[in-house]
């Protein structure tokens, strides 16, 4: 069936270049298992491998996943050290395999509130996958779409006491001073576990982008169900606010 699946959407018209995710529902799936929530995490970390491999394969070029908001600070301290732990692990067992397949890992979010240990590991994820030329994975720790909006508002707003002229604030210029602006915006965004809403997600990159919400809980999203969401995207009339001529 997920060979099928991707050689549908091959031929089924165009790919999204970038795709964003959402994972939620690990808490669920750990409760529903009767396991603490740090298992659902734990779980949700092979969805991940299944995915970047997935969009690697669909022809993806970039994916950017809400790995860890800033509000998830405020969780329990005893989950919020178990969620620093595994991302240690998840680079010290992953790096290997994301070198090999060409995956260039960038970290989006303020990376300083992170523990010397997790920092850590974040610039080595960095550094060793710099130059790969396969798949963008962009990983959002302790990110907030809001708190990055100010953020390039303040760095307008000192561009601006240099010298900048106010009639040289365009889209463009708020766009470069974004975490992604090395990147086109995206044009899927997928949510699992059936959640209608962004979660301060991306809030300025949304604009225009394709929405899939899928009832799966994370841990049990894999490629299949990554393919059924490209596929359904292939499926959409993209307007940009036009209409059809």
């Given at each position: 069936m997920t060979d099928?699946?991707?050689?549908?959407?091959?031929?089924?018209?165009?790919?999204?270049?970038?795709?964003?995710?959402?994972m939620d529902g690990n808490g669920r799936w750990a409760?529903?298992?009767?396991?603490?929530?740090?298992?659902?995490?734990?779980?949700?970390?092979?969805a991940l491998r299944e995915t970047v491999e997935g969009a690697k394969d669909a022809g993806v070029k970039v994916l950017t996943i809400f790995a860890f908001s800033q509000e998830n600070w405020s969780r329990p301290q005893s989950e919020v050290g178990a969620l620093m732990a595994l991302?240690?692990?998840?680079?010290?067992?992953?790096?290997g395999d994301l070198k090999k397949n060409g995956v260039e890992v960038s970290v989006l979010g303020e990376v300083e509130r992170l523990g010397p240990r997790?920092?850590?590991?974040v610039d080595r994820l960095i550094q060793e996958t710099a130059g790969g030329d396969q798949?963008?994975?962009?990983?959002?720790?302790?990110y907030g779409s809001r708190a990055e909006i100010v953020r390039a508002a303040r760095a307008l707003a000192s561009d601006v006491k240099d010298g900048m002229s106010l009639d040289e604030i365009t889209e463009e210029e708020f766009s470069s001073r974004l975490y992604t602006s090395k990147w086109p915006d995206p044009d899927l965004?997928?949510?699992?576990?059936?959640?209608?809403?962004?979660?301060?997600?991306?809030?300025?990159?949304?604009?225009?982008?394709e929405i899939y919400v899928t009832d799966v809980l994370w841990p049990d999203f894999?490629?299949?169900e990554l393919f059924r969401a490209i596929e359904d995207f292939q499926g959409r009339d993209r307007r940009f606010g036009k209409v059809p001529v």
């Open positions: 099928d699946l991707l050689a549908r959407i091959q031929v089924g018209g165009e790919v999204p270049h970038h795709v964003a995710i959402i409760r529903s298992r009767f396991m603490p929530r740090p298992m659902g995490h734990r779980a949700g970390v092979k991302l240690q692990e998840f680079v010290a067992k992953e790096i997790a920092r850590k590991a798949l963008n994975l962009n990983i959002c720790v302790s965004l997928i949510r699992t576990s059936g959640e209608f809403r962004i979660s301060n997600f991306l809030l300025w990159q949304l604009a225009y982008t894999d490629r299949e």
